[in-house]
């Protein structure tokens, strides 16, 4: 085999990206090239992203994102072996934007093309940068979505837990708007969260304690605009502490959730522990879970910050994958707005950042 060498497209949210990836025959990854254009100006002023305006945005900066990819890996499209695309979950409009371009260079090309779960994008990124090993124990905490999953190869998800309510990142998103802070939350309250008295409030953890791995936030979030509203005006302490508390609260529950998928999963033991997702960028609970991890002797794995966010070098990476692994291409992929790693969990109903959650 030769190495493989693949452009991916990510347009699901509010980060138009693309991303050259390539594989060698031994297995090894590189990242040849990684261009990620954020819309966070013009979502900024909404508090969230505009489903509209997003899909809009792509359309300008697509084109011009994917020459930026080109050039920086010094390739022309002859260069290239496939074309793999975010077809889902995600915001359909950003999804549609990207899957076209793609189909398009693909046919002028005659290059295969693959439309990647987007969640398998995050799913698989650590085996990329930090040569996780199959199978691991996946928490993918992102702004439209939080699991447990026990990840065994390519293709092969198996869901522990979901979030029954809000998705990690959005209450981070939703404690930083109810706190007066910049969007998105995530990074804000980290900042905030840092210069906090974690102890001082003392917020619910709904189902920590209970059996199965499942999460649930939103208790939490009302938590905190009840505590806010209770003490307001808010103080730059008071705000610090609030996000100090969130923050540790939320540790406790990614704890106790962890243990639990550990216990459940004890018959096929990972290799590794693996943060993925947008949260996962968060240095807190990185260093939380890793001391976690290094209590029970197993390895914790998380991709660096900036692949943690939404990018496309996971998309390219997977389609590698899929190339490798022989998977045929579908000139004809759809966007889907739902689409679950796992096809066989029961479906979780809800909204996230990206429109309908899978
Ligand atoms: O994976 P991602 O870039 O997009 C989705 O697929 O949703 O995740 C974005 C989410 C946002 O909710 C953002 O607030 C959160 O990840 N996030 C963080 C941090 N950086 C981004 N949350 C907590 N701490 C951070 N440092
Ligand atoms: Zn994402």
Same mark, same amino acid.
């Given at each position: ?20 990836? *390539? ?14 254009? *954020? ?11 505009? &489903? ?11 084109? /011009?994102?994917?020459? *930026?990819?080109?050039? /920086? %890996? ?5 260069? !290239?072996?496939? @074309? ?12 549609l934007v990207g899957v076209m371009t793609a189909k398009a260079i693909a046919a002028a090309r005659g290059l295969p093309l693959y439309g990647v779960n987007h969640l398998e ?13 199959? &199978? ?13 999953? /026990? ?10 837990? *979901? ?10 998103? #939703? ?8 969007? &998105? ?17 003392? !917020?619910p953890r709904p189902l920590v304690g209970k059996a199965g791995c499942d999460f649930s936030f939103s208790g939490l979030k009302s938590a905190i605009r009840r505590t806010?509203?209770? @003490? ?11 996000? %100090? ?11 106790? $959730? ?6 459940? @999963?004890?018959?096929? /033991?990972?290799?590794?522990?693996? %943060? ?11 260093? $939380? ?25 996971? @998309?390219? +990476? ?8 022989? !998977? ?9 707005? $739902? +689409? ?13 950042? #990206?429109?309908?959650?899978?």
């Amino acid at each position: 085999m030769s190495v493989r060498t693949v452009l991916g497209i990510e347009t699901s949210c509010d980060e138009t990206a693309a991303a050259i990836v *390539s594989l060698a025959p031994g297995g090894d990854g590189r990242i040849v090239s990684n261009v990620v254009l *954020s819309q966070l100006e013009e979502h900024s002023a909404y508090g969230g992203v505009v &489903p509209e305006i997003a899909a809009r945005a792509h359309v300008d900066a697509l084109d /011009q994102v994917i020459a *930026s990819a080109m050039d /920086q %890996a010094d390739m022309q499209f002859g260069d !290239l072996d496939a @074309i793999a695309v975010t077809a889902g979950p995600g915001l359909v409009g950003g999804l549609l934007v990207g899957v076209m371009t793609a189909k398009a260079i693909a046919a002028a090309r005659g290059l295969p093309l693959y439309g990647v779960n987007h969640l398998e994008g995050h799913a698989l990124t650590a085996a990329l940068t930090d040569g996780a090993a199959f &199978p691991y124990l996946l928490l993918l905490v992102s702004g439209g979505h939080t699991q447990l999953l /026990q990840v065994g190869g390519l293709g092969d998800y198996r869901r522990l837990g *979901s979030t029954i309510d809000d998705a990690l990142g959005e209450a981070f998103d #939703k404690t930083a708007k109810m706190l007066g802070l910049p969007y &998105p939350g995530g990074p804000a309250v980290e900042k905030m969260a840092a210069k906090g008295d974690p102890a001082r409030f003392p !917020l619910p953890r709904p189902l920590v304690g209970k059996a199965g791995c499942d999460f649930s936030f939103s208790g939490l979030k009302s938590a905190i605009r009840r505590t806010a509203e209770e @003490i307001a005006p808010l103080s730059e302490k008071d705000i610090a502490d609030l996000c %100090a508390s969130f923050q540790a609260t939320v540790i406790g529950i990614l704890e106790n $959730r962890i243990a639990n998928a550990l216990a459940e @999963i004890s018959d096929d /033991q990972p290799t590794a522990l693996v %943060a993925a997702g947008g949260v996962a960028a968060n240095q807190a609970i990185r260093g $939380r879970l890793e001391a976690l991890c290094r209590s029970s002797g197993l390895p914790f794995l998380a991709p660096p910050p900036e692949l943690c966010t939404d990018n496309a070098a996971m @998309i390219a +990476w997977t389609g590698a994958l899929k190339l490798n692994a022989e !998977l045929p291409g579908d000139s004809d992929i759809l966007p889907r707005a $739902r +689409w679950p790693l796992d096809e066989t969990a029961t479906p979780v109903i809800g909204h996230g950042r #990206k429109g309908a959650r899978a």
